[in-house]
């Protein structure tokens, strides 16, 4: 029930193209709703985030849909940029305490 | 200021031996995390701590494995007896607030017992 599910495990996009990664979880406790970015030996960084009480939240080219009935929640990037390629991972956390991490998807934004 | 800092970023350790990693958080950051993550997986939570105690220990593996946060800033990651199976980056990131849920990361240790 702490699992938090992450798809796809790999992305390939053309730059200006909108990759869309998904994420589902179990526990209905959880409260918080996190994206990070992580580059190659370096610690994730968070990029956006969402609580419950709301359906969508957007930070520049960053988008969460959170779909609480569902129990998923997405992130859009808009107009992608080869910059972006990284490994982004979805978490979910309980009142800040326990973090749980998805899988993560490896995204490559080819020029 | 500084981010969070992490030392040594490289450890490499026969198995069997004893190791420590060490964290310093942001300055006054009250929570602090540690994390393990294995090559192509997402971070798995090891322990929390509020200030100077654990406040949430659950991810820590086995006895093996002990944290301390002595003064409430600083911690040290222990692993004793080290396997094969610890190798793994070690990450620890901090929080400004209880409750807080914002976690800022530092660039973690990379752990290889041979």
């Known amino acids: 029930q702490q699992q938090v599910k992450q798809s796809p495990q790999s992305l390939i996009v053309q730059k200006g193209g909108i990759p869309i990664i998904n994420c589902a979880y179990e526990?209905?406790?959880?409260?918080?709703f996190p994206w990070y970015q992580q580059f190659p030996g370096k610690g994730p960084a968070l990029l956006i985030a969402?609580?419950?009480?709301?359906s969508e939240k957007k930070e520049g080219r960053f988008t969460i849909s959170f779909n609480k009935s569902a129990k998923q929640f997405s992130l859009h990037i808009m107009d992608s940029q080869p910059g972006d390629s990284a490994t982004y991972f979805c978490a979910a956390s309980n009142y800040g305490q326990n973090f749980v991490f998805g899988p993560g998807t490896r995204l490559s934004v080819l020029p | 200021g500084a981010g969070v800092s992490q030392t040594p970023s490289n450890k490499v350790t026969e198995k069997g031996k004893y190791v420590e990693l060490r964290c310093d958080p942001i300055?006054?950051?009250?929570?602090l995390y540690w994390y393990r993550q294995s090559l192509g997986q997402g971070p798995e939570f090891l322990i929390y701590f509020q200030g100077t105690g654990a406040a949430d220990d659950s991810g820590l593996p086995n006895d093996r494995f002990f944290a301390v946060r002595p003064e409430g800033s600083v911690s040290t990651l222990k692993i004793q007896r080290t396997e094969r199976g610890d190798s793994a980056v070690y990450l620890c990131?901090?929080?400004?607030?209880?409750?807080?849920?914002?976690?800022?990361f530092g660039p973690g240790t990379r752990l290889t017992v041979l």
């Open positions: 526990n209905t406790a959880f409260d918080y």
């Open positions: 969402i609580r419950p009480d709301v």
């Open positions: 990131a901090s929080s400004p607030l209880p409750g807080t849920d914002t976690q800022y």
């Open positions: 300055s006054g950051h009250t929570a």
